[in-house]
């Protein structure tokens, strides 16, 4: 029994090795082969910002839209609650950019998921034809609308998305954060674009920039509007309609502040079980890439034997590696002190897989939601 055993972690092992190996592959091919191009054409754009709640830094945030070296766009905030304490404060910000800046809120609520009944009405608000989606917790460069537009100049490119981390963590719970964006979410999320001829067929909701008309020719947000999973499902919804889904090198920097080890949890659980969803039975396939999690099991079931403590510390070292090749190719360095807490993300990853794997509620924005057939939320 414990032979048998020790063989399925060596097979599991060994598929996170591998699997370790084509995520730097994949991360060094995309980042530090990859130049951004900035858009030099200057299309109008419509920056469109649901938000609910003030997070960390978030006047910081906002106010970071209005310092792009762009020279014809709009933000749009939206909030659904007309008692959300983000309110004064974004009525402050939109006084101070008025030429550029318009606030709704108090919105009508059109289906479960409130995010997507908000983009909805900013959609309809917008003035121009291409619009970006974006998180309320985003920081952005001076770059970024030049970045992120720059794919849509060619009208085969449906929708350009980016990844998200915080650069410089300030706590524990935020730095988790950070590595598992970092190390695991983007790298898994290029590997999958390599294996499929460096195509996406989905989307990172910080960033989502399209056209108006590709949105309708796809379906519209109102198919999704009681679904979990939009960002996964805008991008797919793309893509089904003939459009390629854009990666950009453009990672945004987002700030969780001093937030606890529960919320966070709760959050990456949400993720977990959305991701279950949406990608069906290839969501187990999963069970390769926590290596390190498997080494603990095999030291402790072999008694750390000498051949199971060798093969544990190159598991750690390729894995280490692979880190160090997101951490950098990123420019995060500053992640690098947070490295020692490695094996506390690798087994809160194994958690929230676990976790994913069952149950069908989840905790978002203050609201307990199921998951219903197909991904259909229910309250």
């Known amino acids: 029994m414990m032979i048998a055993l020790q063989l399925v972690l060596l097979v599991l092992i060994a598929g996170a090795v591998a699997y370790y190996t084509w995520c730097a592959m994949s991360t060094v091919q995309f980042f530090f082969n990859h130049k951004q191009e900035l858009n030099t054409c200057s299309e109008p754009v419509s920056v469109l910002i649901p938000v609910a709640g003030v997070d960390e830094d978030a006047q910081k945030n906002w106010e970071s839209f209005f310092a792009q070296d762009y020279e014809n766009y709009e933000v749009l905030f939206g909030v659904m609650n007309p008692k959300d304490p983000a309110i004064p404060i974004l009525e402050e910000v939109v006084a101070k950019y008025s030429d550029r800046a318009r606030l709704i809120y108090g919105l009508e609520v059109l289906g479960l998921n409130y995010q997507i009944s908000n983009l909805i009405h900013l959609i309809d608000a917008a003035k121009y034809e291409i619009i970006i989606f974006t998180d309320s917790d985003m920081y952005v460069q001076p770059h970024y609308l030049q970045t992120v537009t720059a794919p849509l100049a060619d009208r085969a490119v449906g929708l350009v998305t980016c990844g998200y981390l915080g650069h410089e963590p300030k706590y524990l719970v935020t730095a988790l954060a950070s590595l598992g964006r970092c190390i695991d979410n983007l790298p898994s999320i290029l590997l999958a674009r390599k294996l499929n001829g460096g195509k ?79 990608q069906g039975p290839l969501y187990y396939g999963n069970i390769f890439t926590y290596g390190t999690v498997y080494c603990i099991l095999l030291l402790l079931i072999s008694g750390f034997h000498p051949w199971a403590v060798i093969l544990c510390f190159f598991t750690i070292a390729v894995r280490t590696v692979q880190a160090l090749t997101a951490i950098y190719g990123m420019n995060c360095p500053k992640l690098v002190r947070w490295l020692w807490t490695l094996p506390l993300r690798d087994i809160l990853s194994f958690v929230t897989f676990v976790g994913g794997a069952f149950g069908n509620s989840i905790y978002w924005r203050g609201r307990r939601l199921s998951i219903g057939v197909g991904g259909v939320l229910t309250e």
């Open 200 to 278: 996406l067929d989905f989307a990172i909701g910080a960033t989502m920039a399209t056209r108006k008309s590709i949105l309708a020719q796809a379906g519209g947000l109102k198919t999704i509007v009681n679904w979990i999973g939009s960002d996964y499902l805008i991008g797919n919804m793309v893509a089904k309609a003939g459009y390629r889904v854009e990666l950009s090198p453009y990672v945004l920097e987002t700030d969780g502040g001093n937030e606890s080890f529960q919320q966070l949890f709760r959050r990456e659980l949400r993720w977990a079980r959305t991701i279950r969803w949406n």
